[in-house]
């Protein structure tokens, strides 16, 4: 699955001729594991009220979302051929009113780990089980609005809500610690009151095993911290800075697929 989620968003972002590859490919193998062993979920009725929620903060990787969710069946797999095409339902950033399986319309950065609190809380308040899962970017902790919900996270108890950041130290025009640096990363949300993981994101059982063993303590939120590589699977464009926005020629799409081993 996160080979056919990496094949199938560089395709999209391909013939869009727009997109974010280096973040969809570090982020496909989280999305495969989720999708495919964690989550409550079913795509014949989107809305399931018990369904666990999944928030994609870095709603600019849409491609990869929207790939996954074909592969869960929300779509059809030819409905992605449609992906930023004028007057398209599959917008560059993802609109919970025109896509199911979308939780929340994310792009602007800091604002997905807010609203997942907040779906969190809604559980916890009416006493529901379902779960609230949120991935985010690292360079999107930059934005202050993660760390006034990391606080009421805590304060709230909220042991229903798992953070993964996706750890792959690019963003867009340079490091994330060239930038604003954010180490010592794990013990900031410790320091937030979190329970903490650190985690191989490209090691699919080592994510599944975290995963199954939340909460990792009552009463805190979970952080999980999966160090990626941007551009993971193709070996031009792993952690090279320019493929967070980058479209990829004709003759390097069939490298690429050829490297992830597309017939």
């Avoid at 727009?18 to 999305?31: E, F, K, Q, V």
């Avoid at 604003?180 to 903490?196: C, I, M, N, T």
């Avoid at 004709?250 to 050829?258: F, P, Q, S, T």
């Amino acid at each position: 699955m996160a080979r056919t989620i990496r094949q199938t968003s560089l395709r999209m972002v391909h013939a869009a001729r727009l997109g974010h590859p280096g973040g969809d490919l570090s982020a496909a193998d989280i999305l495969a594991v989720l999708f495919s062993s964690v989550l409550r979920f079913d795509p014949r009725q989107p809305r399931w009220p018990d369904r666990d929620r999944f928030i994609l903060s870095k709603g600019h990787c849409s491609a990869a979302l929207y790939a996954t969710l074909a592969e869960a069946g929300f779509m059809p797999r030819e409905q992605l051929a449609d992906y930023m095409k004028p007057l398209s339902l599959l917008n560059g950033h993802p609109d919970r009113n025109k896509v199911p399986g979308v939780e929340a319309n994310t792009g602007p950065l800091g604002h997905g780990l807010p609203i997942a609190v907040g779906a969190a809380k809604a559980a916890q308040l009416t006493g529901s089980a379902w779960r609230t899962f949120v991935l985010t970017g690292d360079g999107e902790l930059q934005e202050g609005s993660n760390w006034e919900a990391a606080m009421a996270a805590a304060q709230f108890r909220l042991d229903n809500l798992t953070l993964i950041v996706d750890r792959n130290r690019l963003q867009q025009g340079e490091a994330t610690e060239r930038t604003v640096s954010l180490e010592p990363l794990a013990d900031r949300w410790r320091a937030f009151g979190w329970s903490v993981r650190e985690v191989d994101g490209h090691d699919l059982a080592a994510l599944l095993d975290t995963f199954r063993v939340v909460p990792f303590e009552p009463g805190r939120p979970n952080c999980v911290i999966a160090h990626t590589h941007k551009g993971r699977g193709v070996s031009f464009m792993e952690d090279r800075v320019e493929w967070h926005h980058r479209v990829p020629t004709d003759a390097e799409l069939a490298a690429a697929l050829a490297e992830l081993g597309a017939a």
